[in-house]
Antibody
Framework: QVQLQESGPGLVRPSEILSLTCTVS????????WSWIRQPPGKGLEWIGY???????NYNPSLKSRVTILIDMSKNQFSLKLSSVTAADTAVYYC?????????????????WGQGTLVTVSS | DIQMTQSPPSLSASVGDRLTITCRAS??????LNWYQQKPGKAPKLLIY???SLQSGVPSRFSGSGSGTDFTLTISSLQPEDFATYYC?????????FGQGTKVEIK
């Protein structure tokens, strides 16, 4: 059974860099797309971006200038860095896997999620 | 970006009720529509993908339909464990976007 686990600081100072890691267990990180998604307290879900095992990435334009997603195949991990954070970046951050194509069809839902980690931006 | 609009934002229902939640996309997304269930303090759980395909392990009382811009999630007979918030999400283009959620509460 695939499991994802987020890790990283729960408190980040304004203007600094938010850094999180997602560790994948129970399966290989290769051959899948991996995403970061966030949810401000009491609000809806926002897709941040994804990465493939080749290192190719796709970011939400609303965050693109501040986001970097990297992958470490040797550790079965991928990471998120978000720079110049403000209070608006306070959220529960989830890592998630994009479901593999089936029968030649790719609908790209997120089928496995981490439990989420709350990151608060505050001085 | 494609805007996803769910209705209603919240509803009250009883165990055994048939429930329908709607999701409308701001442009056609074919059948690239997915539904998730989220309970408080938990990560979202995939229910339906490709508008109508049931994710493995999800009870058959959940079903989805629609194409183009209009979609529905139906729960045929609401169970106590179904009280949660439901989100639709388009996977037609990036950025991926979600609806604002529909909270299903106990009447």
């Amino acid at each position: 059974q695939v499991q994802l686990q987020e890790s990283g600081p729960g408190l980040v100072r304004p203007s600094e860099i938010l850094s999180l890691t997602c560790t994948v267990s129970g399966g290989s990180i290769s051959s899948y797309y991996w995403s970061w998604i966030r949810q401000p307290p009491g609000k809806g879900l926002e897709w941040i971006g994804y990465i493939y095992n080749s290192g190719s990435t796709n970011y939400n334009p609303s965050l693109k200038s501040r986001v970097t997603i990297l992958i470490d195949m040797s550790k079965n991990q991928f990471s998120l860095k978000l720079s110049s954070v403000t209070a608006a970046d306070t959220a529960v951050y989830y890592c998630a896997r994009r479901k593999a194509c089936s029968g030649g069809k790719c609908f790209d839902p997120f089928d496995y999620w981490g439990q989420g980690t709350l990151v608060t931006v505050s001085s | 970006d494609i805007q996803m609009t769910q209705s209603p934002p919240s509803l009250s229902a009883s165990v055994g009720d048939r429930l329908t939640i709607t999701c409308r996309a701001s442009q056609s997304i074919s059948i690239y529509l997915n539904w998730y269930q989220q309970k408080p303090g938990k990560a979202p759980k995939l229910l339906i993908y490709g508008a109508s395909s049931l994710q493995s392990g999800v009870p058959s009382r959940f079903s989805g339909s629609g194409s183009g811009t209009d979609f529905t999630l139906t729960i045929s007979s609401l169970q106590p464990e179904d009280f949660a918030t439901y989100y639709c999400q388009q996977s037609y283009i990036t950025p991926r976007t979600f609806g604002q959620g529909t909270k299903v509460e106990i009447k």
